[in-house]
């Protein structure tokens, strides 16, 4: 498959078909992973173990779900019954979670293998799979004005990494170089970006990508997160597997989750201009030890 401004990795050879993929085509996929994450810090994958059907029974329910008149709305979710994002409850989304929680599962293997830990590193590290949550359905209404920014100001997730589902409308951009680069749709695609906590945990080796969504078209957009999350009393900080001296100094203090989040809403600065990127949080910075100290 042809690449873009950004790596579309097949995943079929980890499908759990037997004889799916030979040692060489895996270790090809983790070697285009860790090239991704040290790069843009944001990848597609196809091929990923959602069946197609699933995809679009998802999107369509974030369809059928902002359809509904704000009174209807307020019987699922609390208000406001406008709001952009909403995390609808019922039968498809808990197959969605479900669908996301396993594909999710195998994209944490595929980082641990990716940064050269032991097998299993990061389940183990973050074992309570409670934590995964929604991040929410988004829907971006259609505008023909393209200077006012609909969609969602520019921002890196505070998680581990987050497993996006999109529609067909494109608008999704992440930074690259100062430079915002368009993620244009690719078919049935996921987009796997990293967040902070990973960041973080492989020492920088990993980045979390600033990313945002604008409006491209007169089309309504719609859109599914799922971010792989932390226990909120799991201590963050640069894995010691990948900082034992020998390796590498920390580039970071360590934090709880719930500080970091605290952080995070307390720099908010909502933007409606696209191209304000000061609005952009980037909170990681705090947390940044300057070379060679070591933390407290
Ligand atoms: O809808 C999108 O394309 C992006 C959503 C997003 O960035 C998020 O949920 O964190
Ligand atoms: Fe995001």
């Not at 641990?112 to 309570?128: K, R």
């Not at 259609?142 to 067909?168: C, Q, W």
């Not at 078919?187 to 990313?211: K, M, R, T, Y």
């Not at 859109?223 to 909120?232: E, K, L, M, N, T």
Request: charged content about 20%; overall charge negative; glycine content about 6%.
């Amino acid at each position: 498959m042809a690449d873009h401004d950004f790596p579309v990795i097949d995943l079929s050879p980890f499908s759990t078909t037997p004889g799916a993929g030979d040692a060489k085509k895996k270790e090809e996929v983790i070697r285009r992973i860790r090239g991704a994450c040290s790069a843009s810090g944001l990848f597609l994958i196809v091929n990923h173990g959602i069946p197609m059907a699933a995809l679009s029974d998802t999107l369509a329910a974030a369809c059928e779900y902002f359809d509904r008149p704000a009174e209807e709305k307020l019987k699922w979710v609390p208000p406001p019954a406008d709001a952009a994002s909403a995390i609808p409850t019922g039968e498809k989304m808990e197959r969605t979670f479900g669908n996301f929680q396993r594909t999710a599962k195998l994209i944490m293997t595929l980082l641990n293998d990716a940064l050269g830990l032991p097998p299993d590193l990061l389940h183990q590290y973050n074992d309570n799979k409670q934590c995964d949550r929604m991040i929410g359905h988004h829907y971006f209404k259609a505008t023909a004005d393209t200077k006012k920014m609909i969609g969602s100001y520019p921002h890196k997730d505070a998680n581990l990494f987050t497993l996006l589902l999109r529609d067909d409308v494109g608008g999704l951009e992440f930074l690259r170089n100062g430079q915002w680069i368009p993620v244009s749709p690719v078919p049935h695609s996921l987009v796997v970006n990293v967040g902070d906590f990973l960041q973080v945990l492989s020492n920088n080796e990993f980045n979390s990508v600033a990313h945002r969504v604008v409006s491209l078209s007169e089309k309504d957009r719609y859109s599914c997160a799922f971010g792989c999350q932390i226990d909120r009393d799991k201590w963050i900080e640069p894995l010691a597997e990948l900082t034992s001296w020998i390796k590498m100094a920390p580039k970071f203090k360590g934090f709880y989750p719930g500080e970091f989040l605290h952080l995070v809403i307390a720099s908010y600065k909502p933007s409606l201009d696209p191209n304000d990127t000061f609005a952009l949080i980037d909170v990681v910075n705090h947390y940044a030890l300057p070379p060679w100290t070591t933390p407290n």
